[in-house]
């Protein structure tokens, strides 16, 4: 699993440290709840057959599941937690350890048949249906209890086509193989940098990346989605037909709709090159000793005069680590000189501690591939919340100070403004389209026995700013801390646009809600319900 947020940190000591730290809860919290609760699976089952509390999640006898297993391509994959136990647990598992959970059945189909007949499965036993591609969900939208887990990694074929310069890629394929089918063609699509998230589930958030200050957000880029509803039936989704549907799911489309099958989109030209440019920079100014205010914040990263000075060609991520805040910069355009023109009143500032030699790229694929390390569990047991920084001077302020004061870890992406703001498909919250940035802060800490007195930190120093940047400012609460410190009540307004436009799309093409998931559209109604 690969972590944009371990990026910058992957060199420095401290962050060593507390990977190392991590060990525990890989093995940790998550499979032990998994064990007991296959225990008591397996003590409540009558030949196989079991139900767990939650609506939508009652299966038949092991006769009748073997039945049905038996028509499925052998190509296939059906994992059951009795016969294959360790196969179950690993493709169980999702990025967020602790919330991940214990499906009753898991499926990787080999092909639309017998992706349908999955869902004909589900649809004749009432079994609530949740898809999953990387998992990388962090309120844990691809998994859920006793439900049918359908994993799309199988259906990943990519193809560009040079005669309308578009890409058709099956969701269960990552962004590297969406970047390495369009790498020969000199073509890149709008999509997250971090190379092992999919397509089908950042989309379903609005999706950005290196390119999104150019182009957009990557739904903007996105014609055509098929999507097979809960019959079984396909349909083809674009801004002429299915119209309510295309725009649902470009936002809101975590499992809430039916199982997104394709997608095509639109390319544009790759760059010659990709500069990357790391600068280290002091968060007080030196000048003024021991202020804490006006900071780097204040007089650059959230100064909305310097912000709106910015090429937008240029995109990137900055690091607060302590009194230190790391930049590394990507420019995608070929005005060279205009963008080192742009950058160097922040460079020549007295805030400069180091600026590194630039780096070339040779295409977007070698910049994910060489972005962020192979694996890591960064997140586990961390504390993330993020928002949409929008363009007010005041607001912005204010949190330069608290970041002065407090000096939060935090991680903030450069991929807003810009063509971001123009953008006219799909259903993301208001906020992230105004926004100037997304930012995430965190905390980490190991010891359960803390959790209440971080949480109390983290609520009365940085969280309160952040959700009073509008109620529809963050798309997405990172925590691994389940629901209980942490509760949304807003969620309907602050995860998505318009929600009652989204729930009556809803209920046309999925009447009797088979697919849900927490914090997902009708994930407070009743599921598998006829
Ligand atoms: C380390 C990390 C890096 C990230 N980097 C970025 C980034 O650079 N830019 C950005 O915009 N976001 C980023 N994200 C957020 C990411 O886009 C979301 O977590 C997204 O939900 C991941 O989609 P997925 O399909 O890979 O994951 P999954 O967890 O498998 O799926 C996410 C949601 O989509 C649903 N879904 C998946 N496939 C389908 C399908 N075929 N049909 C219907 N529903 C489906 C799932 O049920 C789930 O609700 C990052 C997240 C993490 C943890």
Known sequence: MLSRHSTLLSTKPFQQEMLARQA?????????????????????????????????????????????????????????????PDKFLSASVTMNALKTNFPGIIVAPVSEKDLRSALAFALTYKIRVVTKCSGHDYNGRSNGRGVMMIRMEKLNFVEYNPDDETVMFMSGATHEDVYSALADANRVFVGAPSKSVCPAGCLAGGCHGLFSRQYGLGIES?????????????????????????????????????????????????????????????????QLSGATYPNIF????????????????????????????YIRFFYTGGDYVGAFNALQPLLNSPYRRSVDPIVNYTSILDVVRHLQPDSSELFSRSFLANAFVPPQ????????????????????????????????????????????????????????????????????????????????SCNNEYTTWGNLYNVLGDWKTRFFGDYSSLLRTKKKYDPCNYFTVKLGVASDLPSATC
Not at 313 to 321: H, R, Y
């Open 24 to 84: 525990w809860p890989r093995a940790g919290p998550a499979n032990v709840f998994m064990i007991a609760t296959c225990v008591i699976l397996m003590l409540n089952s009558v030949h196989g057959a079991f139900c767990t509390p939650n609506s939508g999640t009652c299966w038949p006898d092991r006769p009748t599941l073997n039945t049905w297993i038996s028509t499925l391509s052998g190509a296939t994959s059906v994992w059951l937690w009795d016969k294959t």
């Open 222 to 286: 996105i014609l055509e989605i098929r999507l097979m509803l809960y019959n079984g039936t396909i349909i083809t989704a674009t801004r002429n037909s299915y119209v309510d549907l295309f725009h649902a799911y470009l936002g809101a489309g975590q499992n809430s709709f039916g199982v997104a099958v394709s997608f095509r989109a639109r390319t544009y030209p790759a760059p010659q090159q990709i500069l990357r440019l790391e600068v280290s920079l002091h968060l007080h100014n030196p």
């Open 298 to 325: 204040s007089d650059y990263i959230f100064n909305v005069r310097w912000f709106n000075s910015m090429p937008n060609e240029l995109s990137g991520m900055l690091l607060v680590e302590n009194d230190v805040v």
């Open 393 to 472: 001077q005041a607001m912005l302020n204010d949190l330069s100070l608290i970041i002065g004061e407090t000096q939060p870890p935090m991680l903030l992406w450069f991929m807003f403004g810009g063509a971001v703001r123009s953008g006219s498909v799909g259903s993301v919250p208001a906020g992230m389209r105004s926004a100037m940035y997304e930012a995430l802060f965190s905390d980490k800490w190991f010891d359960p026995s803390e959790d209440e007195l971080r949480m109390e930190y983290v609520s009365t120093t940085y969280l309160p700013t952040l959700y009073n940047f509008g109620n529809s």
